[in-house]
Structures are given as C-alpha cells and as structure tokens.
C-alpha cells in the first residue's frame, strides 16, 4: 500500500528556489518500480500535472507552464522522487502532491502535500 510523504515547501520570494522530496514511507512500495509524477493544487482550482519522470529516470515530461524552470529527479536507492524549482511565479503557489502514475488502484489518495507560496 502506497504511502507517500511530501515535503520542502515553504514561503519564498519570486525568483528563488526550492526542492520538494518525495518519499516512501511504506515499505511494502517500492517506488522504484513506478514511474512517478509531480501534481498541484492552487486555491479554488483543480489539481493539475506538473512533471512525471520514468521509473528508470530516462523519460521526463513537464507542463508548459514550468518547462525550463522546473526539474524532476528520482532515487531509486533512496526511494525518493525530487522537484527542483527555480524561478519561482506567484503564479507556482499552490500545494505540490506527488503520485505514482499511472494512479492504478488508488482511488481518491492523494498524500498530505506539501505547501509552495510565492510572494511577489
């Protein structure tokens, strides 16, 4: 059973960074197996995709919107999943979720998040 542990968001000023992670902290997952994604949810909107990377890291797609700002990296030894975010828009506000993907038997689960503010 999936369960899965976001964090390093915080309150930064356009223009900086952060690093979100994202780890496992089930055992019986193996996020290693997976292919994994990067979702967001601003206030008042829908969830939406931000990045997905190949279980063995060789594939990676990005919405358009964070392309050239945003990079998504995996451990696999680590069982951990990186979104690193450069260049940050207020318009990158929102609480940043992660997930297997294809999301094959897990119904409405989404993990806590984690909360990304950019001020201007």
């Known amino acids: 059973q999936v369960q899965l542990v976001e964090s390093g968001g915080g309150l930064v000023q356009a223009g900086g960074s952060l690093r979100l992670s994202c780890a496992n902290s089930?055992?019986?997952?193996?996020?290693?197996?997976?292919?994994m994604a990067w979702f967001r949810q601003a206030p008042g909107k829908e969830r939406e995709f931000v990045s997905a990377?190949?279980?063995?890291?060789?594939?990676?797609d990005y919405a358009d919107s964070v392309k050239g700002r945003f990079t998504i990296s995996r451990d696999n030894a680590k069982m951990t999943v990186y979104l690193q975010m450069d260049s940050l828009k207020p318009e990158d506000t929102a609480v940043y979720y992660c997930s297997p993907v294809p999301r094959v038997g897990l119904g409405d689960y989404w993990g806590q998040g984690t909360q990304v503010t950019v001020s201007s």
């Open positions: 089930r055992s019986s997952f193996n996020v290693y197996v997976h292919h």
């Open positions: 990377i190949s279980w063995s890291g060789g594939r990676i």
